[in-house]
């Protein structure tokens, strides 16, 4: 996501080059956040409510860092 705004690690040939984790956890708590809003019930959550909430940004913000940090499938 941050990569449309900051392109601070794109090197002087063009190339990207792997982004600083700061931004790496930036673009992550962002998708996390997004999945936490999605997950929020219309009135005021509950004990439950909130622990789908919590759910959902945990295994978001994990995926995302995993993908950031380019996790591939062995061969």
């Not at 990569?3 to 956890?25: G, Y």
């Not at 997004?34 to 509950?46: G, K, W």
């Amino acid at each position: 996501m941050l990569d449309m705004i900051n392109r601070s690690h794109t090197n002087p040939k063009k190339k990207n080059t792997r982004k600083p984790w700061k931004w790496m956890l930036a673009d992550s708590l962002i998708v996390g956040l997004i999945a936490t809003v999605a997950s929020m019930p219309s009135t005021i959550p509950s004990v439950a409510e909130c622990w789908v909430m919590f759910k959902a940004f945990l295994g978001s913000f994990i995926f995302q860092v995993a993908v950031e940090r380019g996790l591939k499938r062995k061969k």
